[in-house]
């Protein structure tokens, strides 16, 4: 059955005229094969909500903790004088230090890990659009496309007032009107080409039908080939024009399936797709009459799970705080729990993708790069690898990244933004991008009400003068706010995080806290298929959530990770003396085991 993406029922026969007729029936509407209650989560997301089959799909559009806020045709909201608000850039020189400064307990690979997390459920089309479609927003043919929303940058910028750069480059967000799938006049919704639940849609399925050209159908593998440096890769496409960085001829790998995106992302995608296949293997091992189609799906079923496992019980209880997380349901003692309530959908909202931008702060991108012994070898500038997955296939240099990811330290989680990316984020692609200027005006063009309405939802009280806020920050960077704005309510959603205190008992802004553990509670109340679900179908037993819950980054790693024989155990942490390096073979790193997965029945025949 055809569904519309954006109502979640089925298209009806006016719509599907009109799609027709605008050519966009493919991208406005999605496929749904009958849904079988019994069967494997599927891997295009369809069925997980069975009374709303199209939900959880790419494409299954976003909704909004608040109502909108924009001016007429989309355009940002005015501030309280009627005036326009104040420059993104401006702002985020302001209120952004700018620098070097690092989170000392903390390893590089909590930025990876968040990245790879938040590119499960939320796409980055947008960036991708104005490097590659819309170049041209900051010369006079911007100015007459809609499309464009180029940032100025003002004449005292402590940066670019002798640069002779006086504007950055950007889009408007793509939403389902972009595509024609609602008209103009309607409210904007923003369409998110991920799946909205945590399947690992980024490693099985980035875009719809992907998974069919990456599964080799045999044994329950993954296609897998030899870059030139001997390691192993999924598929790629040496002609790709999406790794528009690579340093040609020598560096080719293109991923055809996979994304090409950060250093993070590309790190964390390549370990997940090789672990599926290494868990393929083994429970082949363990079952050798199972078919192609039963190892495929335990696998992925066992991947999603360690990749969640690690999410919520070994991440965020570092960055949220472990106590709230219990306090507020998001995670549990152990065991097996329940919270699938089929009339909530499978839907994230605009905001929680929106505040992860936040973490553009914690990303140090002088990356350090080690031998497999751990010895230090070189720095890297990494925005310079962005859209250059061909580093990777080149030299050792997916050893030096993998072994830097849990040597080095994180950026510190402050108001602080490394140099690289507040002026140089995309390497070599711009002239000059300030991420944070971007994220900040971003936040306009989605039209979220301004910092204070989130205040209010979060903490049940009204916020209406700058000294309703004094709880929420420390005098001096309350003081910046003042000197920034003339109003609380001109202070943007972005804006009030930067500077805003953090919550008590984790390392991230309240007000992020506060949308991310809203959404997290909806996220897990509506995935049918949720790992931690005794009575879903083909559940875990006991003893397989056991060892999923056994599972850690570290225990990943030695896994997957090419010539990681050593590694601390907690590697979100940093090496120290309670978190020594340890061989991978010690008990104290958690690998999987899945000796719990042994089918004694299946073989009798
Ligand atoms: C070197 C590291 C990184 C680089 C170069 C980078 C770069 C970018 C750029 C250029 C954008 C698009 C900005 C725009 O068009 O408005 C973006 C968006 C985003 N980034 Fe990063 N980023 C990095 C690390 C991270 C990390 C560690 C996170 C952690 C969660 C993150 C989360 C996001 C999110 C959520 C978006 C918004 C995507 C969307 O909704 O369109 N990034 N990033």
């Given amino acids: 059955v055809l569904y519309d993406c954006v109502s979640g029922k089925p298209a009806n026969k006016t719509q599907l005229r009109i799609y027709a007729q605008r050519n966009n029936t493919g991208v406005c509407t999605v496929d749904v094969k009958p849904c079988d209650p019994k069967e494997w989560q599927r891997v295009d997301g369809s069925c ?35 005036g326009d608000l104040e420059l993104a850039r401006k702002l985020r020189t302001e209120l952004l230090c700018t620098g070097k400064v690092s989170e000392m307990g903390l ?17 980055i089309h947008d960036p991708l659009n104005y490097l590659t479609n819309i170049t041209y927003c900051c010369t006079p043919k911007g100015k007459k496309d809609y499309r464009c929303t180029p940032l100025k940058i003002p004449a005292d910028d402590p940066v670019h007032r002798f640069s002779g750069i006086s504007c950055y480059n950007l889009t408007r967000p793509q939403s389902f009107q972009t ?30 039908g992907f998974v069919d050209r990456i599964r ?55 370990l997940f797709y090789r672990q599926h296949n290494k868990i393929a293997e083994e429970l082949r091992k363990l079952n050798p009459c ?26 965020l209880p570092i960055v949220l705080g472990k106590k709230n997380l219990l306090r507020d349901g998001i995670i549990c003692d152990g065991g097996f729990r329940d919270l699938y309530d089929e009339n909530i959908q499978p839907q994230l909202t605009d905001e929680f993708a929106y505040v992860h931008r936040w973490y553009h702060t914690i990303q140090e991108t002088t990356m350090k790069c080690y031998d497999k012994d751990g010895h230090f070898l070189k720095t890297f500038p990494m925005v310079n690898a962005t859209f250059r997955t061909g580093i990777f296939g080149v030299d050792d240099n997916i050893v030096h990244i993998t072994q830097g990811s849990f040597r ?9 933004m490394d140099t690289d990316m507040g002026d140089r984020t995309l390497g070599g692609t711009q002239l000059a991008v300030d991420v944070g200027a971007s994220d900040l005006a971003k936040g306009r063009f989605f039209g979220f009400p301004p910092y204070i309405k989130y ?42 995080i930067w500077g805003e205190n953090h919550v008590k008992g984790g390392m991230v802004p309240e007000t992020l806290y506060c949308v991310v553990v809203e959404q997290l509670r909806r996220t897990i109340a509506s995935d049918r298929h949720w790992y931690e679900r005794p009575n879903r179908p083909h559940a875990f037993t006991e003893d397989q959530l056991k060892a999923i ?18 590694i601390q155990p907690s590697a979100f942490h940093s090496i120290c003396s309670k978190n020594p390096v340890v061989k991978c073979s010690s008990s104290k790193i958690g690998k999987l085991d899945l000796s719990a997965w042994k089918d004694s029945s299946t073989c009798k025949n």
Avoid at 184 to 197: C, E, G, K, L, S
Avoid at 226 to 249: H, I, M, V, W
């Fill in 48 to 82: 997980n909500n069975l009374k709303h089959p199209s939900r959880g799909t790419h494409r299954t559009p976003t909704i909004r903790l608040l109502p909108f806020d924009f001016s007429p045709n989309y355009e940002p909201r005015k501030a309280a004088d009627g």
């Fill in 107 to 123: 390893t590089q690979l909590v930025a990876y890990y968040l990245l790879f997390s938040i590119g499960d459920v939320n796409s």
């Fill in 179 to 208: 595509y024609r799938c609602l008209d103009n006049n309607t409210d904007f919704v923003r369409i998110v080409f991920q799946t909205p639940i945590y399947d690992l849609s980024n490693v099985y399925n980035l875009l719809p």
């Fill in 216 to 270: 080799t159908f045999k044994h329950g593998l993954l296609k897998v080939e030899k870059a030139k440096n001997g390691y192993l890769f999924p598929e790629s496409d040496p002609k790709s024009t999406l790794c528009f960085l690579n340093q040609r001829p020598r560096e080719t790998l293109c991923h055809k399936y996979l994304s090409n995106n950060g250093i993070g992302t590309n790190l964390m995608g390549i």
């Fill in 290 to 315: 199972w078919n192609d189609e039963r190892l495929f799906f335990t696998a992925r079923s066992i991947n999603i799970a360690i990749f969640l496992q690690i999410y919520l019980y070994e991440l």
């Fill in 408 to 416: 080095q330290q994180s950026a510190a989680f402050d108001f602080t």
């Fill in 455 to 496: 205040k209010e939802f979060c903490k049940k009280r009204s916020y209406k003068e700058f000294s309703d806020l004094k709880d929420s920050f420390c005098p001096e960077r309350l003081y910046r706010l003042m000197q920034t704005h003339k109003c609380p309510s001109d202070i943007d959603l972005l804006g009030g």
């Fill in 549 to 566: 819950r056994k599972v850690t980054i570290a225990g990943v790693l030695c896994c997957v990770g090419d010539h990681v024989t050593e």
